[in-house]
C-alpha cells in the first residue's frame, strides 16, 4: 500500500531554517504530484506547496512564496520541503500528500502522518 513517511521537523528559532523529507513508497513516485500541507493547532489544514509528477512545475502558497522551496527527487521516491526565514506563523504540524495525478489539482488520495514544525519568536 501506499506510504508516506516524513522526516525532519523539529525546533528552530524564528528566521532559521529545516528542510522535510517525505519518503514514498507503494506507488510509482513519478506519476503524482506531490504537495505539502500544515495544520496550526486550532486551525484547518492548509495548502503549502506542490510540485508535479516531473518536477518541472511548482506551486506554493502565498504565505511562504520566496521563502519555501519544494523539490522531489524520482530516483529517490522522496519530496523535501526547504523552509528558510521561519516565522512564528510557521509553526504546525506539515504533512506531505500524493495527489492521484500528475498534475496537482483536487484534493490528494494519499497522506503521511505528518512531522511538527516548531518556530520560538
Known amino acids: 500500500q501506499v506510504q508516506l513517511v516524513e522526516s525532519g521537523g523539529g525546533l528552530v528559532q524564528a528566521g532559521g531554517s529545516l528542510r522535510l523529507s517525505c519518503a514514498a513508497s507503494?506507488?510509482?513516485?513519478?506519476?503524482?504530484?506531490m504537495g505539502w500541507f500544515r495544520q496550526a493547532s486550532g486551525k484547518e489544514r492548509e495548502f503549502v506547496a506542490a510540485?508535479?509528477?516531473?518536477?518541472?512545475?511548482?506551486y506554493y502558497a502565498d504565505s511562504v512564496k520566496g521563502r519555501f522551496t519544494i523539490s522531489r527527487d524520482n530516483a529517490e521516491n522522496t519530496v523535501y520541503l526547504q523552509m528558510n526565514a521561519l516565522k512564528f506563523e510557521d509553526t504546525a504540524v506539515y504533512y506531505c500528500?500524493?495527489?492521484?495525478?500528475?498534475?496537482?489539482?483536487?484534493?490528494?488520495?494519499?497522506w503521511g502522518q505528518g512531522t511538527q514544525v516548531t518556530v520560538s519568536s
Open positions: 507503494g506507488l510509482t513516485f513519478r506519476n503524482y504530484a
Open positions: 510540485v508535479s509528477g516531473g518536477a518541472k512545475n511548482t
Open positions: 500528500a500524493a495527489y492521484n495525478r500528475v498534475y496537482y489539482s483536487g484534493t490528494p488520495g494519499y
